[in-house]
Nanobody
Framework: QVHLVESGGGLVQAGGSLRLSCAAS????????MGWFRQAPGQEREFVAA?????????YYADSAKGRITISRDNAKNSLYLQMNSLKPEDTAVYYC??????????????????WGQGTQVTVSS
């Protein structure tokens, strides 16, 4: 019931910035918990950031993302964003947005999410 499409990926020099977007259609709502994950070649999909409007603590970040990466949403536009600054080569991965409409809290593992986008490639050169 929810369709997610990521955009904004590309090739960036180390230290640069990117802003990823995730456009949602179907039946998204402000009650959805949403998140960003990434997956590098040959590696497991890992958590980056999560956001929810249900709780006072509305965002949560992986340690590797803290201080450099910010998750946000615009409910009026049905969009989710990931602002990434001070990018490092280890940030290179396919980035996925995800929605968990039935989750109570902030999801940090892929199995907590019901809907996924197709992914957008982020490549950080050194």
């Amino acid at each position: 019931q929810v369709h997610l499409v990521e955009s904004g990926g590309g090739l960036v020099q180390a230290g640069g910035s990117l802003r990823l977007s995730c456009a949602a259609s179907g039946r998204p709502s402000s009650t959805d918990a949403m998140g960003w994950f990434r997956q590098a070649p040959g590696q497991e999909r890992e958590f980056v950031a999560a956001i929810s409007d249900w709780y006072g603590t509305s965002t949560y970040y992986a340690d590797s993302a803290k201080g450099r990466i910010t998750i946000s949403r615009d409910n009026a536009k049905n969009s989710l964003y990931l602002q990434m600054n001070s990018l490092k080569p280890e940030d290179t991965a396919v980035y996925y947005c995800a929605a968990a409409p039935y989750l109570r809290g902030l999801g940090v593992i892929p199995s907590q999410y019901d809907y996924w986008g197709q992914g957008t490639q982020v490549t950080v050169s050194s």
